[in-house]
């Protein structure tokens, strides 16, 4: 009885159903908001925590945030390849605001960052507008490592015009905040939460209240669980395409290979042709 006890204890806190799933509930302990599919969770639907990390980083303590949506698709021009931003939020001066999170540097690649920077562009402006209209726009990249490697908390990246020396003044600001910087100033105790897999050992309440609740709380861990059985269908998912692609597959190979059924190998098949 005192065994069924301590095991009741050691899994409790992430309670529910999910016995189906004991590999998900293993991985969601080792979670941290600086994983991008923990960190969409965090910030879904939670404007008060995008807005005090974004207040954090961007060292704007009144900065207001008036919306934010997590995995937000953006337009992009026919052929050309779309994004899908981890957290995507509005302040109340108009500003767009990009937080992205990158375990590996070659996902902050600076290509990348102009990349975003491009889409979120083309999507702020419409039919009409003056250019003069484009708000500002910050790109922000939490990296685990330090990309720059100068021990330094952020590294802003400006345009500046080489010959006067002077801002360029065209509202695009990109951020490259240090994932592995710790101290007692907000930023090193905001990486020092971004790294921790339990809300008991964050320093920032709304962090671990956030985290808590995806990790302990039944209908916090049921939405968890549920994210990542839809990631890893969508993996299996991507698999399959590859395959029915390359044009070298039966069909019933593809359905072994990929483990999906016939059924959603067909469908796959009738959807890409369509």
Same mark, same amino acid.
């Given at each position: ?28 302990? %080792?979670?941290?908001? !600086? ?13 008060? +925590? ?5 207040? !954090? !980083?961007?060292? @704007?303590?009144?900065?207001? !945030? ?10 992009? +021009? ?17 500003? @767009? ?24 562009n083309i999507e702020s402006l419409h039919s009409g507008? *003056? ?12 990296? *685990? ?34 994932? *592995? ?23 920032? *309440?709304?962090?671990?209240?956030? =985290? ?47 483990? %999906? ?8 098949? =009738?959807?890409?042709?369509?």
């Amino acid at each position: 009885m005192e065994i069924q006890k301590r095991k009741e204890k050691q899994v409790g806190r992430l309670t529910v159903t999910d016995q189906q799933h004991p590999e998900d509930l293993q991985r969601l302990c %080792l979670l941290r908001p !600086i994983d991008d599919d923990f960190m969409r969770c965090l910030f879904k639907d939670n404007i008060p +925590l995008a807005e005090f990390v974004l207040r !954090i !980083i961007t060292d @704007k303590p009144d900065l207001m !945030i008036t919306d934010c949506e997590t995995q937000k698709d953006m337009k992009r +021009l026919a052929g050309a390849r779309s994004i899908c931003l981890d957290a995507y939020g509005t302040d109340s001066t108009g500003k @767009k605001y990009d937080l992205e999170v990158q375990r590996q540097d070659k996902g902050a690649d600076p290509h990348r960052a102009r990349y975003h920077s491009s889409v979120m562009n083309i999507e702020s402006l419409h039919s009409g507008q *003056e250019f003069k209209e484009l708000p500002d726009t910050y790109i922000i990249f939490i990296i *685990e490592k330090d990309f720059y490697g100068q021990g330094k908390a952020v590294y802003p990246i400006e345009r500046i015009s080489l010959a006067t020396g002077k801002s360029f003044e065209d509202g695009e600001h990109i951020l490259y905040v240090n994932g *592995e910087y710790r101290g007692e100033s907000d930023i090193g105790k905001l990486m020092h939460d971004f790294n921790c897999t339990q809300a008991d050992d964050m320093n920032f *309440e709304l962090m671990a209240e956030r =985290t808590r609740y995806l990790k302990e709380n039944p209908k916090g861990v049921r939405e968890m669980c549920q994210i990542m059985e839809d990631m890893r269908n969508e993996s299996l998912k991507e698999v399959a395409l590859r395959m029915l692609a390359a044009g070298k597959y039966t069909l019933e190979e593809i359905a072994n290979i990929s483990g %999906l059924s016939l059924d959603e190998v067909k469908k796959l098949k =009738t959807e890409r042709t369509i």
